[in-house]
């Protein structure tokens, strides 16, 4: 059973462009969690998203971040306009209810902002 | 909102030694999970540790232990016969239950943990 796939594991942006990173979550699960870790910090949430739906979307900064989870295909994060400061490792989690069980995680997107 | 504290940005410990990273954490809820999750440097969160807070006995996994005091508010994780592939970043986290956020964890900052030969 493949865990949570992430792509690309490294991705480099010169400031102005736009970044796509892309979350497979484990197979059966329908809940997709993003979170965001600065050099030498711990993780921030960003988003939690179900199927087709924004559940929770607190964490994210209110301009040029978008994420959507389609009915079909992998959880897309989007950052538009890219700044030096987005440079961080990007990380997506997986579960397959709300049932407070351990988040399981991908490998993370490494994100350069040049 | 949870907020989860860790005091201790690095720390080392000799080989076969035992070493406590500390936890703090604040929340108003009654019921709630806490973690330890570590990060080698091939940047993969691993989960070590679970304990339920409604669970008086501290949870153990093999060399890793808690010490889990629920008045206090604290989430202590001890390991023991430490090796050189502990060498890594720990992270404790804090997951509500009485919210419509999910299986959503708020981890504290870390803490760099060296085992040195």
């Known amino acids: 059973n493949a865990g949570v796939m992430q792509n690309p594991r490294h991705l480099v942006r010169r400031r102005g462009q736009e970044a796509r990173l892309r979350c497979s979550p484990m197979?059966?699960?329908?809940?997709v969690y993003w979170y965001r870790q600065l050099p030498e910090e711990g993780l921030k949430f960003m988003v939690y998203?179900?199927?087709?739906?924004?559940?929770?979307e607190s964490g994210m900064p209110k301009e040029r971040f978008s994420a959507e989870f389609p009915k079909e295909g992998p959880s897309i994060l989007r950052i538009q306009q890219v700044v030096r400061g987005d440079s961080a490792a990007y990380f997506c989690?997986?579960?397959?209810?709300?049932?407070?069980?351990?988040?399981?995680f991908g490998n993370g997107t490494r994100l350069t902002v040049t | 909102a949870q907020t989860v504290t860790q005091s201790q940005p690095e720390m080392s410990v000799q080989e076969a030694e035992t070493v406590t990273l500390s936890c703090t954490y604040d929340?108003?809820?009654?019921?709630?999970?806490l973690f330890w999750y570590k990060q080698p440097p091939s940047r993969q969160m691993i989960l070590v540790i679970r304990q339920e807070a409604y669970k008086q006995q501290n949870a153990t996994e093999n060399r890793f232990s808690v010490n889990f005091q629920k008045a206090a508010k604290s989430f202590s994780l001890k390991i023991s016969d430490s090796q050189l592939g502990d060498t890594a970043m720990y992270f404790c986290a804090f997951m509500a239950t009485n919210n419509n956020a999910g299986n959503m964890l708020t981890f504290g900052g870390g803490t760099r943990l060296m085992v040195k030969p």
């Open positions: 929340t108003s809820e009654n019921n709630y999970y």
């Open positions: 197979k059966g699960h329908s809940h």
């Open positions: 989690a997986s579960s397959q209810v709300a049932d407070r069980s351990p988040l399981h």
């Open positions: 998203l179900q199927k087709e739906n924004i559940i929770d």
